[in-house]
Nanobody, 128 residues
Framework: QVQLVESGGGLVQAGGSLRLSCAASGRTFSIYVMGWFRQAPGKEREFVAA????????YYADSVKGRFTISRDNVKNTVYLEMNSLKPEDTAVYYCAADSNPIRSYSGSYYPRDYEYWGQGTQVTVSS
């Protein structure tokens, strides 16, 4: 089992920045991909960013490319999401997720169904 705990959400004005953290514990050696997803009220959960264990490649949704950066600290078993130039449409609950399937260790995944472990979520609100 893997446990994920997010932190760092909050209220920020448009154009501002936030950094989310996701601390993993348990069988962290089994994690091949770490991802961030978000869900706004009345909408489906959507992919934001992912980072793979093999090679550290990163992947982003078009809507956040150039503004958000995903990174990891392997010593701390923590993944970060640096969010800059925030927009009101970035308002959502942000979830950290982990995928333990090695088949995706190079390619990552954009699909929530591929991630077995999820954090509790952290609210990000961007005011206009």
């Amino acid at each position: 089992q893997v446990q994920l705990v997010e932190s760092g959400g909050g209220l920020v004005q448009a154009g501002g920045s936030l950094r989310l953290s996701c601390a993993a514990s348990g069988r962290t050696f089994s994690i091949y991909v770490m991802g961030w997803f978000r869900q706004a009220p009345g909408k489906e959960r959507e992919f934001v960013a992912a980072i793979v264990r093999t090679g550290g490649s990163t992947y982003y949704a078009d809507s956040v490319k150039g503004r958000f950066t995903i990174s990891r600290d392997n010593v701390k078993n923590t993944v970060y999401l640096e969010m800059n130039s925030l927009k009101p449409e970035d308002t959502a609950v942000y979830y950290c997720a982990a995928d333990s399937n090695p088949i995706r260790s190079y390619s990552g995944s954009y699909y929530p169904r591929d991630y077995e472990y999820w954090g509790q979520g952290t609210q990000v609100t961007v005011s206009s």
